[in-house]
């Protein structure tokens, strides 16, 4: 646990910048060889535990890299770079926000919905939340491991 917790920063500073906006603009050799570098960390490192204490787009741009996706990625990558803010759609009365970035629930893209789900910190700025019980699931829907 306390090395789950340890790892958020060398996501959110060193690997997570390489796949925000900049990513959009970068050749397909670049994006190859951003994928490539990354694949060892994310191999070794990237876990449900790390996953669920980030926010849905950073969770979610790090599990696309993680299951090497990026065509995905970019549909995410252009959307957070055109500054638009995702639908959220509230679930079980409120007590649940999935934030609807690109390809939330698309059969095609076969992405759990546990990666959209809004941790209590993030879902709380939501309209019609309504605090309840944390979700125990993992980025994937499973207890442990992506």
Do not use: N
């Given at each position: 646990?306390?090395?789950?917790?340890?790892?958020?920063?060398?996501?959110?500073?060193?690997?997570?910048?390489?796949?925000?906006?900049?990513?959009?603009?970068d050749s397909?050799?670049?994006?190859?060889?951003?994928f490539?570098?990354?694949?060892?960390l994310?191999a070794?490192?990237?876990?449900?535990?790390?996953?669920v204490?980030l926010?849905?787009?950073e969770?979610?741009?790090?599990?696309?890299?993680?299951?090497?996706r990026?065509?995905?990625?970019?549909?995410?990558?252009e959307?957070?770079k055109?500054?638009?803010?995702?639908?959220?759609?509230l679930?079980?009365?409120?007590?649940?926000?999935?934030?609807?970035?690109?390809?939330?629930?698309?059969?095609?893209?076969?992405l759990?919905?546990?990666l959209?789900?809004?941790?209590?910190?993030?879902?709380?700025?939501?309209?019609g939340?309504?605090?309840?019980r944390?979700?125990?699931?993992?980025?994937?829907?499973?207890?442990?491991?992506?």
């Amino acid at each position: 646990m306390e090395r789950d917790k340890l790892m958020v920063r060398p996501f959110l500073v060193t690997l997570l910048p390489q796949f925000g906006p900049k990513y959009a603009t970068d050749s397909e050799r670049v994006r190859r060889h951003k994928f490539e570098l990354a694949k060892p960390l994310m191999a070794a490192h990237w876990t449900d535990e790390v996953a669920v204490r980030l926010k849905v787009d950073e969770r979610l741009r790090l599990h696309l890299v993680a299951h090497e996706r990026p065509e995905l990625l970019l549909d995410v990558v252009e959307f957070i770079k055109s500054k638009k803010r995702p639908d959220a759609v509230l679930e079980r009365g409120g007590r649940r926000v999935y934030l609807a970035y690109p390809h939330f629930r698309s059969p095609s893209a076969g992405l759990p919905d546990s990666l959209y789900l809004a941790q209590p910190r993030e879902a709380r700025g939501v309209e019609g939340y309504r605090e309840g019980r944390p979700s125990s699931a993992g980025c994937c829907g499973k207890p442990v491991g992506c």
